[in-house]
């Protein structure tokens, strides 16, 4: 089955520091690649959509000089936090969307917490 | 605007005994619908998709749901759970194309012995 990789799977940076967190589609092509965040106990809200060569979109709210995305390759998008603050720490998933399909396969998640 | 309503957000089940979670949407057209799994600090998995066609889909670990397009509805069901079923159910819409998913709040599920 398609399978994507998020990682690290932890992290936790001071404040002020940026943190990278790479999503990789291993067994398939991804153009379009969604981060999602989600605060304890709560629900998984988007982010932004990432697509293959081109800027991501972003959700109303989202600052996007904050959440930097890169998606370089039909395999991998990257998510930097810029200058992270306590209230950045959270749950941060990745999804890919199977190039010409429908259904998105989910990484595991990213757990950042910024001291 | 779109958006998905789960309306319970706790359940407290008997083991061995059948669940209902509810699930409503609000979008244009009819979206893709799904239901996902989430244990303690852990990822997303799958349980069952509706894209088109038979409106009662089998899904994974015994639930089913069943599309309900004149309620706006898609209810995840069990007909006996287990303990192992305890964990957080998210309901998820999406409107095709380059969309992403939306969410909603959550159901967490309690499992009584």
């Known amino acids: 089955g398609a399978v994507v990789s998020q990682h690290p799977s932890r992290v936790i940076c001071k404040s002020g520091t940026s943190v990278k ?3 990789r589609s291993l067994d398939f092509q991804a153009t379009t690649m969604f981060w999602y965040r989600q605060f304890p106990k709560q629900s998984l809200m988007l982010m932004a ?3 293959e060569g081109s800027k991501a979109t972003y959700e109303q709210g989202v600052e996007k000089d904050k959440f930097l995305i890169n998606h370089a390759s039909l395999t991998l998008s990257t998510l930097t936090v810029t200058s992270a603050h306590p209230e ?3 749950f941060y998933i990745c999804s890919a969307r199977v190039t010409g399909g429908i259904r998105a396969f989910f990484g595991q998640g990213t757990r950042l917490t910024v001291v | 605007a779109q958006s998905v309503t789960q309306p319970d957000i706790h359940i407290t089940v008997s083991e061995g005994a059948s669940l209902e979670l509810r699930c409503n949407y609000s979008y244009g ?14 990822g997303l998995q799958l349980l069952l998709k509706y894209f088109s066609g038979d409106t ?10 069943e599309f309900k397009r004149s309620q706006s509805s898609f209810n ?12 957080e159910y998210f309901c998820a819409a999406s409107g095709g194309g380059a969309d992403g998913l939306t969410f909603g709040k959550g159901t967490h599920l309690i499992i009584q012995p």
Do not use: M
């Open chain 1, 21 to 23: 967190i790479e999503c």
């Open chain 1, 49 to 51: 959509t990432s697509n």
């Open chain 1, 88 to 90: 950045d720490s959270s």
């Open chain 2, 29 to 42: 057209a009819t979206p893709y619908l799904f239901w996902y799994v989430q244990s303690p600090g852990q």
């Open chain 2, 56 to 65: 009662l889909v089998q899904g994974i670990k015994g639930f089913e749901a």
């Open chain 2, 76 to 87: 995840l069901r069990k007909p006996s759970v287990h303990w192992s079923d305890a964990a």
